[in-house]
Protein backbone atom coordinates (compact mmCIF):
# COMPACT_ATOMS: atom_id res chain seq x y z
CA UNK A 1 0.00 0.00 0.00
CA UNK A 2 1.51 2.90 -1.23
CA UNK A 3 0.74 6.46 1.30
CA UNK A 4 -0.66 8.86 -0.32
CA UNK A 5 1.06 12.52 0.23
CA UNK A 6 -1.50 15.25 1.57
CA UNK A 7 -1.39 17.59 -1.51
CA UNK A 8 -4.06 19.56 -2.34
CA UNK A 9 -4.43 17.97 -6.15
CA UNK A 10 -4.46 14.13 -4.96
CA UNK A 11 -7.05 15.22 -2.10
CA UNK A 12 -9.44 16.67 -3.81
CA UNK A 13 -8.80 13.70 -6.24
CA UNK A 14 -9.37 11.30 -3.80
CA UNK A 15 -12.94 13.25 -2.05
CA UNK A 16 -13.89 13.02 -5.46
CA UNK A 17 -13.96 9.43 -5.70
CA UNK A 18 -15.43 8.94 -2.10
CA UNK A 19 -18.53 11.91 -2.19
CA UNK A 20 -19.70 9.04 -5.57
CA UNK A 21 -19.23 6.45 -3.27
CA UNK A 22 -20.80 7.89 0.27
CA UNK A 23 -22.62 10.91 1.26
CA UNK A 24 -21.65 11.10 4.98
CA UNK A 25 -18.56 9.54 7.46
CA UNK A 26 -21.19 8.92 9.77
CA UNK A 27 -21.26 4.87 10.29
CA UNK A 28 -24.54 4.96 12.12
CA UNK A 29 -26.37 6.76 9.74
CA UNK A 30 -27.35 6.58 5.42
CA UNK A 31 -23.66 6.39 4.09
CA UNK A 32 -23.45 5.58 0.86
CA UNK A 33 -24.93 7.77 -2.05
CA UNK A 34 -28.01 6.75 -3.82
CA UNK A 35 -25.99 5.11 -6.80
CA UNK A 36 -24.86 2.13 -4.19
CA UNK A 37 -28.03 0.07 -3.22
CA UNK A 38 -27.09 -3.15 -1.88
CA UNK A 39 -25.27 -3.08 1.92
CA UNK A 40 -24.44 -4.85 4.87
CA UNK A 41 -23.00 -4.95 8.21
CA UNK A 42 -19.75 -6.50 9.22
CA UNK A 43 -19.67 -7.13 13.08
CA UNK A 44 -17.34 -7.70 14.84
CA UNK A 45 -14.72 -5.89 12.70
CA UNK A 46 -11.33 -6.12 14.55
CA UNK A 47 -10.83 -2.69 15.98
CA UNK A 48 -10.81 -0.32 13.08
CA UNK A 49 -9.65 -2.97 10.72
CA UNK A 50 -11.54 -5.78 8.42
CA UNK A 51 -10.22 -9.16 9.68
CA UNK A 52 -8.54 -11.71 7.46
CA UNK A 53 -11.48 -13.17 6.22
CA UNK A 54 -13.27 -9.95 5.71
CA UNK A 55 -10.02 -8.42 3.89
CA UNK A 56 -10.00 -11.19 1.79
CA UNK A 57 -13.79 -11.52 0.68
CA UNK A 58 -13.84 -7.86 -0.12
CA UNK A 59 -10.68 -8.54 -2.64
CA UNK A 60 -12.54 -11.12 -4.15
CA UNK A 61 -15.59 -9.29 -4.34
CA UNK A 62 -13.29 -6.16 -5.85
CA UNK A 63 -11.80 -8.40 -8.14
CA UNK A 64 -15.35 -9.64 -9.77
CA UNK A 65 -16.23 -6.91 -10.43
CA UNK A 66 -13.16 -5.52 -12.48
CA UNK A 67 -11.77 -3.27 -9.79
CA UNK A 68 -8.04 -3.37 -9.74
CA UNK A 69 -7.43 -0.67 -7.42
CA UNK A 70 -8.77 0.50 -3.92
CA UNK A 71 -8.28 3.56 -1.49
CA UNK A 72 -8.39 4.06 2.36
CA UNK A 73 -8.56 6.77 4.03
CA UNK A 74 -9.34 7.91 7.78
CA UNK A 75 -12.44 9.83 7.56
CA UNK A 76 -13.17 11.71 11.20
CA UNK A 77 -12.65 15.21 11.24
CA UNK A 78 -11.06 17.25 8.18
CA UNK A 79 -9.27 14.18 6.15
CA UNK A 80 -9.65 15.10 2.57
CA UNK A 81 -8.02 18.72 3.56
CA UNK A 82 -4.34 19.40 3.87
CA UNK A 83 -2.07 19.19 6.99
CA UNK A 84 -2.01 22.83 6.81
CA UNK A 85 -5.16 23.83 6.04
CA UNK A 86 -7.05 20.93 8.76
CA UNK A 87 -8.21 22.61 12.00
CA UNK A 88 -6.36 19.83 14.02
CA UNK A 89 -2.78 19.80 12.46
CA UNK A 90 -3.23 16.11 12.37
CA UNK A 91 -1.95 14.39 8.85
CA UNK A 92 -4.97 11.63 8.20
CA UNK A 93 -3.44 9.28 6.55
CA UNK A 94 -4.92 7.90 2.87
CA UNK A 95 -3.12 4.82 0.76
CA UNK A 96 -3.82 3.42 -2.25
CA UNK A 97 -3.81 -0.31 -2.71
CA UNK A 98 -3.81 -2.98 -5.56
CA UNK A 99 -6.22 -5.82 -5.79
CA UNK A 100 -3.53 -7.80 -5.09
CA UNK A 101 -2.41 -6.26 -1.50
CA UNK A 102 -2.09 -8.98 1.38
CA UNK A 103 -3.82 -8.56 4.35
CA UNK A 104 -0.38 -7.92 6.34
CA UNK A 105 -0.01 -5.34 4.03
CA UNK A 106 -2.90 -3.74 4.90
CA UNK A 107 -2.41 -4.28 8.65
CA UNK A 108 0.77 -2.57 8.52
CA UNK A 109 -1.49 1.03 7.23
CA UNK A 110 -1.12 2.57 10.56
CA UNK A 111 -5.20 4.07 11.40
CA UNK A 112 -6.15 4.84 14.17
CA UNK A 113 -9.69 6.43 13.26
CA UNK A 114 -12.67 5.38 11.44
CA UNK A 115 -12.12 4.78 8.02
CA UNK A 116 -12.97 3.90 4.44
CA UNK A 117 -11.85 1.50 1.64
CA UNK A 118 -13.19 2.29 -1.57
CA UNK A 119 -13.14 1.77 -5.06
CA UNK A 120 -11.44 3.94 -7.48
CA UNK A 121 -14.20 3.44 -10.27
CA UNK A 122 -16.16 4.16 -6.86
CA UNK A 123 -18.14 0.64 -7.67
CA UNK A 124 -18.41 -0.34 -3.72
CA UNK A 125 -17.15 1.47 -0.42
CA UNK A 126 -16.89 0.14 3.26
CA UNK A 127 -16.58 2.49 6.46
CA UNK A 128 -14.80 1.00 9.79
CA UNK A 129 -16.27 2.73 12.70
CA UNK A 130 -15.07 3.15 16.14
CA UNK A 131 -17.57 0.78 17.32
CA UNK A 132 -15.87 -2.23 15.75
CA UNK A 133 -18.41 -2.72 13.42
CA UNK A 134 -18.33 -2.20 9.29
CA UNK A 135 -21.14 -0.83 6.41
CA UNK A 136 -20.08 -2.93 3.21
CA UNK A 137 -21.98 -1.41 0.34
CA UNK A 138 -21.74 -2.01 -3.65
CA UNK A 139 -24.19 -3.68 -6.37
CA UNK A 140 -25.53 -6.56 -6.32
CA UNK A 141 -23.11 -8.38 -7.66
CA UNK A 142 -20.19 -7.04 -5.20
CA UNK A 143 -21.97 -7.71 -2.42
CA UNK A 144 -23.19 -11.56 -3.94
CA UNK A 145 -19.85 -12.14 -4.28
CA UNK A 146 -18.78 -11.05 -1.25
CA UNK A 147 -21.15 -13.13 0.69
CA UNK A 148 -20.30 -16.03 -1.12
CA UNK A 149 -16.63 -15.79 0.07
CA UNK A 150 -17.43 -14.40 3.46
CA UNK A 151 -20.56 -16.51 4.82
CA UNK A 152 -20.01 -15.10 8.83
CA UNK A 153 -22.16 -12.00 7.44
CA UNK A 154 -25.37 -14.17 7.87
CA UNK A 155 -24.20 -13.38 11.80
CA UNK A 156 -23.34 -9.60 11.75
CA UNK A 157 -26.53 -8.00 11.87
CA UNK A 158 -27.53 -10.16 14.98
CA UNK A 159 -24.24 -9.63 16.55
CA UNK A 160 -24.75 -5.61 15.69
CA UNK A 161 -28.00 -5.50 17.12
CA UNK A 162 -27.21 -7.66 19.95
CA UNK A 163 -23.91 -5.54 20.71
CA UNK A 164 -26.55 -1.98 21.17
CA UNK A 165 -28.81 -3.92 23.06
CA UNK A 166 -25.98 -4.42 25.35
CA UNK A 167 -24.64 -1.09 25.16
CA UNK A 168 -28.04 0.04 25.66
CA UNK A 169 -28.52 -2.08 28.73
CA UNK A 170 -25.03 -1.80 30.63
CA UNK A 171 -24.15 1.94 29.47
CA UNK A 172 -27.60 3.57 28.70
CA UNK A 173 -26.56 4.32 25.21
CA UNK A 174 -29.39 5.74 22.88
CA UNK A 175 -30.27 3.43 20.39
CA UNK A 176 -33.04 5.34 18.52
CA UNK A 177 -31.38 5.56 15.57
CA UNK A 178 -31.28 1.79 15.18
CA UNK A 179 -34.49 1.24 13.46
CA UNK A 180 -33.74 3.22 11.06
CA UNK A 181 -30.00 2.10 10.65
CA UNK A 182 -31.63 -1.35 10.27
CA UNK A 183 -33.99 -0.04 7.50
CA UNK A 184 -31.59 1.61 5.48
CA UNK A 185 -29.46 -1.74 5.56
CA UNK A 186 -32.48 -3.63 3.97
CA UNK A 187 -31.43 -3.62 0.03
CA UNK A 188 -33.75 -1.58 -2.23
Known amino acids: MRRIKSSVNELNQLHAIFNKVFCTTDPFSEMFADSIKHKIVLCPTDN ?3 DQEQFNALISAAKFVGDDKFYLSEIEGSSFETEESNDTKYDFGHWEATCETQYEEYLRALVVLENALYSSCARWGVIISHESHAVVGGDEKFIEMFKEVYP ?8 FIEQWEYNRKNYNSNVEWLPSFISFLKND
Not at 152 to 159: E, V
Open 48 to 50: YKL
Open 152 to 159: SWKDSLRN
